[in-house]
């Protein structure tokens, strides 16, 4: 079993920028709309609706189904994998890997934490990694039936820090603006709110590690 002075399966960090373009930060929200939307598609939810009439015309409901989108399905297959064979198939844990790469950088960028377009390859700025689990050694194949309860303490926790971060990133487009930087108290207050959710989301949904996520931003 690891120990806790052993790093943790899922880490973040983001290289703090001596300067920031103020420009593209002025504009951010407008500037981010297309890689957004390249976001979005992958991670969206797929919904239909079916209409029931009657032979004589008359509407009596309408349904409308949900599914899980790319990612909801990645979760469920990995899920089913993990309980019943004890496996996690590398091309899976790959996708989810360079999938929350990619969602990382945008976030980076929308949190104005650096300049660069987010890039659907290159690393850039924004350094994310997940171990690749031994599923006989590391996990145990029941724990994903709970783990969504286990983990409602974070979830808790994490409503209010992100309350918190979206104060701090308003408070940082003003500094930017202003000084073209970006205080380094906040800068590491936010990455540390981004460093904390991904470790939830390693332990809960991508399902890496069993090691409970641990109650702090470094």
Known sequence: ??????????????????????????????????????????????????????????????????????????????????????????????????????????????????DSYPSTVDEQAVHLDLDYPDVPRDLNRWMPLVKWLLVIPHVIVLAFLIIGAFIAVVIAWFAILFTGRYPRGLFDYVVGVGRWALRVTAYATLLVTDRYPPFRLG
């Open 1 to 114: 079993m690891p120990t806790q002075t052993e790093p943790y399966p899922a880490r973040l960090d983001v290289n703090y920028p001596d300067r920031l373009d103020r420009v593209t930060t002025a504009f951010r929200v407008i500037w981010i709309i297309p890689i957004a939307i390249v976001l979005g598609a992958l991670s969206a939810t797929a919904t239909s609706t079916v209409t029931v009439v009657t032979t004589t015309g008359e509407v009596v409901s309408e349904v409308s189904r949900t599914g899980g989108g790319i990612v909801g399905g990645l979760f469920a297959a990995t899920l089913l994998m993990i309980l019943f064979r004890q496996r996690y198939p590398r091309w899976w844990f790959d996708f989810a890997l360079q999938f929350n790469r990619f969602a990382a950088r945008v976030w980076a960028y929308a949190a104005l934490l650096t």
